[in-house]
Structures are given as C-alpha cells and as structure tokens.
C-alpha cells in the first residue's frame, strides 16, 4: 500500500496465484483498448459516482468470494479516470486535490478495496511530476492516458523499520539492475508498469518504474487479510531485473526541499476511510429500514422509529460528516500548497491531512462496528457480510500508526514544530 513505504501489521501467507514474467520488456497495448480523457473536475466528479454506483452492487460477493476486480478496473481505465492528474501541459485534466481526494471517496464509499487499488498509481504520477525528467514525463504521462496503470513495490517485510529499504538498483554499462523482494505490493499484479522504491549509489532513493511482465519480475498474488480482500496487495518479486537508466528517477531529491509527497498519498488513504464509514453507514440504514425488527419496549411498529435508534444514527452521521469536512479541509490545504509551495504551506498541508487521516480513521472503524449495533442480531450473519465494511477499516487504518500523527499535530500546534519531510505525513 502506498506512500514511500507503506506498513500493514498482517503477513500474507496463502499464495493464490502469480504472474511469471514474460520476454516483454513495455506494455503494448491498455488493458482495454483506448481509455477516454476526461476534461476537467466536474467531469471526473460525474464520471466517479457513475463507476461508484456501477461498482457498488457487487462488492459485497467480491469480497466475499475474493474475487478480483479485473474487470472493474479495466473499465474503471477505461473511464479515463486515471489520468485525472495527469497536467494539462500533457493533455491530462490536472484536477486539484480536492477533486481526486473526492474520486477516490466516491469510489471507496462503494468498493474501498477497488478505490485503494490506484492510489499508488496517483502517487507515481506525483514523483514523475516532482523529479521525473520531460522525457520521462513526456512518455508516462501518454501511457497514463492510454489507460495504463502503475502498481507500486515499497514495502519490505523483516527489515528494521519502514524506511529501512534493502532492495538494490545498481549501476551497469547501459542502465541498471534491481535486485530485491517488495510487500504489501497493491496494484502490481493488475499494473502495466510496477513502480519499485529502491536504494541506489550513496543508499539514495530512485524509483525504477519497470514493465510488470518484464523478465525478472514475478508478482505473487499472497495477500491474507481479513478485509480489503481484493486488493491483491502480495509479493513482487525481482531478481536481477535489467531496467534502463531513463526508467529511474531520483527520488530522494524530493525530500531535499518542501513537498507534498507524503500530504497527496495520506489524504487518498484518508479518503479511503471516510469512504467506508459512508459505505457502512448507508448500508446500515437501509438494513434498520427493511429489516429490522423494533425493539417491543420502544412502543413503535418499526425498528426506524425507535429513538434510541434516531439517536444513535444521528451520532454516526456527525462522525461521518466530520471526518468528510475533515478531507475537504485537508484537500483544500494541499492545493493552496500546490499554488505556492513553502516550508510553512507544506507543513499546513501535511498537518491538515494528519488530523483528517487520524480522525477518518477512528470514524470508519467505529461505523463499521456500530452498524451491528444499530442492525441488529441478524446483522451478524455471516452470509450477509456485512462484516465487510469494519474488516476493511480496521485492515486499512493499520496502514501506519495514527498515533504518530496526533504527535505531529501536538508538536506543530503547541511548539511550531513542522512535521518531518519523511514521505509518510
């Protein structure tokens, strides 16, 4: 999952399938034929609660069966939605943050496992932007709007600590070869192009956007967790993999300076989770209304009327409500940074996004619990997984500790400490 590396506490362990490379060295083609541009905001808004209602009746059996969204995402490329940051200069709609944090809320208020899927796809197209050079820009910003999509190779498993990153890209004659094994690794096995977080020369960071099916590179469908099930976030593996020198990018210059690396990756997973407290919440109130019995000592025919059930709904819609003012602020305060870029609008931005992601986080976990608690005993049964929507809070808040962003938001707000530029804020 993403951001400059991402940390889920639970170990794949069951490997499903995989995808053994092949002899080709670039995609050829978009996984299903020529993907439409969107134009602007309020085209990507429309286009996104299109997909989000078209996605939502089958998210349930999805996760259920652990049936990937193959086909999902293939229209959701074809949408053209992915290119949505793609900048203008290039022919993209370059929408503002506000407008993708809205995207990928929409998405995940109907799927939250199909919404998390592109997010490293967002993030890549964010490093191609901040250190990617024009002819590498020039070259992934048309395959991004061919439909092609980027995964992402980040994580590392056994290693000391999050950051501590061991996969290799060491120089040869004509490029470089990367050596190394990724986790967690959310969108490779449905990807074009794996983005992979490596360490180069001077242990300096580079990120080597490599062809999925190039030789070399195996992608393990092994992900186990208990919720954002089709996800797919398992194994790449690389060994000795040969990528060109035009295919890195030296992504360590990105923390040399102010950035918003870190602020864009955390506001989509904060949509991520406000989309599901939504998802949990909606699917709860119409289960109370068509299927809930009221309680006999409430005096009312319908489970709907019961105070003490109003009461409680209310309770959960001004979470709910909070935590999506909470996005939009957050959003709002990434594009006043994109506009002017400072050490001060940066640090604003990252806190903002912090208090967002710490809040959604909690508001998410705790709708998806209470929607038994407003349901009902019928609520719990296994066949109506409705279960879902608190396994795929509680798997996706463990992303990274929100503990550390209270933290944050404590030293920024009582001593003008400004957040660290480590990529994870």
Same mark, same amino acid.
């Given at each position: 999952m993403a951001t400059t590396a991402p940390t889920e506490s639970t170990d794949p362990t069951a490997p499903t399938d995989s995808i053994a490379p092949t002899d080709s060295t670039a995609p050829t083609a978009p996984p299903s034929g020529a993907a439409h541009v969107i134009a602007d905001d309020a085209e990507a808004l429309t286009v996104a609660a299109e997909l989000a209602d078209a996605f939502r009746p089958g998210a349930a059996e999805r996760d259920a069966r652990r049936r990937l969204p193959r086909g999902e995402l293939d229209r959701l490329s074809a949408s053209?939605?992915?290119?949505?940051?793609?900048?203008?200069?290039?022919?993209?709609?370059?929408?503002?943050?506000?407008?993708?944090?809205?995207?990928?809320?929409?998405?995940?208020?109907?799927?939250?496992?199909?919404?998390?899927?592109?997010?490293?796809?967002?993030v890549y197209i964010n490093v191609l932007r901040a250190q990617g050079s024009s002819r590498q820009r020039e070259f992934f910003f048309r395959e991004v709007l061919a439909g092609r999509r980027f995964g992402n190779a980040q994580s590392e498993a056994g290693t000391r600590h999050v950051q501590d990153i061991?996969?290799?890209?060491?120089?040869?004659?004509?490029?470089?070869?990367?050596?190394?094994?990724?986790?967690?690794?959310?969108?490779?096995l449905f990807a074009d192009w794996i983005p992979v977080l490596a360490r180069g020369a001077g242990d300096k960071l580079h990120v080597a956007y490599v062809p999925r099916d190039a030789p070399g590179v195996?992608?393990?469908?092994?992900?186990?967790?208990?919720?954002?099930?089709? !996800? *797919?976030?398992? +194994?790449?593996?690389? =060994? /000795?993999? %040969?990528?060109? #020198?035009?295919?890195?990018?030296?992504?360590?210059?990105?923390?040399?300076?102010?950035?918003?690396?870190?602020?864009?990756?955390?506001?989509?997973?904060?949509?991520?989770?406000?989309?599901?407290?939504?998802?949990?919440?909606?699917?709860?109130?119409?289960?109370?209304r068509t299927q809930s019995r009221p309680w006999f000592e409430s005096g009312f025919g319908t489970a709907a009327e019961d105070p003490l059930l109003v009461q409680r709904f209310g309770e959960l819609e001004?979470?709910?409500?909070?935590?999506?003012?909470?996005?939009?602020?957050?959003?709002?305060?990434?594009?006043?940074? !994109? *506009?002017?870029? +400072?050490?001060?609008? =940066? /640090?604003? %931005?990252?806190? #903002?996004?912090?208090?967002?992601?710490?809040?959604?986080?909690?508001?998410?976990?705790?709708?998806?619990?209470?929607?038994?608690?407003?349901?009902?005993?019928?609520?719990?049964?296994?066949?109506?997984?409705?279960?879902?929507?608190?396994?795929?809070?509680?798997?996706?808040?463990?992303?990274?500790?929100?503990?550390?962003?209270?933290?944050?938001?404590?030293?920024?707000?009582l001593n003008g400490t400004r957040p660290p530029r480590h990529g994870l804020l």
């Open positions: 053209g939605l992915l290119g949505i940051t793609v900048p203008r200069a290039h022919g993209g709609a370059e929408v503002s943050a506000a407008t993708l944090a809205e995207v990928v809320r929409l998405l995940a208020t109907a799927d939250p496992s199909l919404a998390q899927i592109p997010q490293s796809h967002f061991r996969t290799r890209l060491e120089p040869t004659e004509d490029g470089y070869v990367l050596t190394g094994i990724k986790h967690y690794s959310t969108g490779a195996t992608v393990v469908d092994d992900w186990d967790g208990m919720g954002q099930r089709t !996800t *797919a976030s398992g +194994t790449v593996r690389l =060994a /000795a993999v %040969a990528v060109p #020198a035009d295919r890195v990018v030296p992504h360590h210059l990105t923390f040399e300076g102010p950035h918003l690396h870190g602020a864009v990756a955390q506001l989509l997973h904060t949509a991520i989770d406000t989309g599901i407290a939504r998802g949990a919440l909606t699917e709860a109130a119409e289960f109370v001004l979470r709910v409500r909070a935590a999506h003012a909470l996005l939009e602020a957050a959003a709002r305060a990434v594009d006043t940074a !994109t *506009a002017h870029l +400072t050490d001060d609008t =940066a /640090a604003e %931005a990252s806190v #903002a996004v912090a208090a967002a992601k710490a809040y959604a986080g909690e508001t998410a976990v705790e709708t998806g619990s209470a929607l038994f608690e407003v349901a009902g005993t019928r609520a719990a049964l296994d066949g109506l997984n409705l279960h879902r929507h608190w396994r795929d809070a509680r798997t996706h808040t463990l992303h990274d500790p929100a503990r550390w962003k209270v933290q944050h938001l404590g030293r920024y707000v």
